[in-house]
């Protein structure tokens, strides 16, 4: 191998759903709905929110920018993967690294987002007489913006470590979008340091914030159980119950999904593990708000009657 670093593949052929073909007219049928489904119900999320001021809360701010995130993540895994199951799914090195840099980024934003929105629960909950000064529009505004910036800057250099690698092949990845462990499969550079790097880096932006968000619902849950009335207990966990479902629906199927070895037997196992948390949840999320939460319900009515 040369001193100097160069990549030897410049097209990488995406295998898709090979080993479900039978299942191709499913996929064919089913992907454009959720696309639909998940564009449509997270613009009518951000569009509620700006149209309606009984929505201007922090809370409702936050999901905005859990639907945006959901669109970004959407937008670049399902297009890509109706056009690997209509054709050979040939995409370009660099076009795969790109895939792999705005979905890298959009998980590691929405873990950010959710503990932050864990914490917006603990203060409104916890807190209920300093919440409107603690989480004012200026801290809601510079949180979303330092997430923003946290998830891109740091994938922008796990992205570059990438390119430094070298790439001779072969140029097929089992997979229908470009993930990380199929990527680095292609390199026949020493990737143990970068890996343990990789490792160490996801430390922050996904234990941290899953133990950010434990954490405060311990707290919830403290405060929740020294509130004497059933209907006041109730009213707490009713605020709560939507992100504790999309926390526990989005940790579960991720956590889950990288946690299964990347073996032959396991592969097809492991694409439908990523199907739902990169095509299903972000699908389900708007929904899941929708029918948890009276002020989205009362103003997605209001929306219908008009």
Same mark, same amino acid.
Request: glycine share 4%; hydrophobic share 50%.
């Given at each position: ?53 009984? &929505?201007? /809360?922090?809370?409702? *701010?936050? #999901?905005?920018? @859990?639907? $945006? ?7 670049? +895994? ?120 990789? &490792?160490? /880096?996801?430390?922050? *932006?996904? #234990?941290?914030? @899953?133990? $950010? ?7 919830? +849950? ?85």
């Amino acid at each position: 191998m040369g001193s100097i670093n160069q990549t030897i593949v410049t097209e990488i052929l995406l295998l898709g759903f090979q080993d479900l073909l039978h299942f191709k007219m499913l996929f064919l049928f089913f992907l454009p709905v959720f696309l639909i489904l998940t564009v449509y119900g997270n613009i009518l999320i951000i569009w509620l929110v700006a149209s309606n001021s009984s &929505l201007q /809360s922090p809370m409702y *701010f936050f #999901l905005t920018q @859990l639907s $945006i995130s959901d669109l970004l993540l959407t937008t670049t +895994i399902v297009p890509n993967t109706l056009y690997i199951i209509c054709s050979e799914g040939v995409i370009s090195f660099k076009g795969c690294i790109i895939q792999f840099y705005f979905y890298a980024s959009s998980i590691v934003f929405e873990c950010l987002l959710l503990s932050i929105m864990g914490y917006d629960r603990y203060l409104a909950i916890c807190n209920p007489l300093r919440y409107s000064s603690l989480m004012n529009p200026m801290v809601c505004i510079t949180l979303a913006i330092m997430s923003w910036m946290l998830s891109f800057s740091t994938e922008l250099i796990v992205m570059t470590s990438i390119i430094q690698l070298q790439f001779c092949g072969p140029n097929r990845i089992d997979h229908f979008f470009c993930d990380l462990g199929p990527l680095l499969e292609l390199s026949c550079s020493d990737t143990a340091l970068f890996e343990l790097e990789t &490792l160490v /880096s996801c430390v922050p *932006f996904t #234990l941290f914030p @899953l133990i $950010i968000i434990a954490v405060s619902y311990v707290y919830i +849950i403290q405060a929740a159980l020294r509130i004497s009335t059933t209907s006041g207990r109730a009213k707490v966990f009713s605020t709560c119950s939507s992100h504790l479902t999309v926390v526990s629906i989005f940790y579960g199927t991720l956590t889950g999904n990288y946690m299964i070895p990347s073996k032959r037997k396991s592969l097809t196992v492991n694409k439908i593990a990523s199907l739902l948390y990169t095509v299903v949840t972000p699908m389900i999320n708007p929904i899941i708000y929708s029918l948890r939460n009276k002020d989205i319900r009362e103003a997605v009515g209001k929306f219908l009657v008009k």
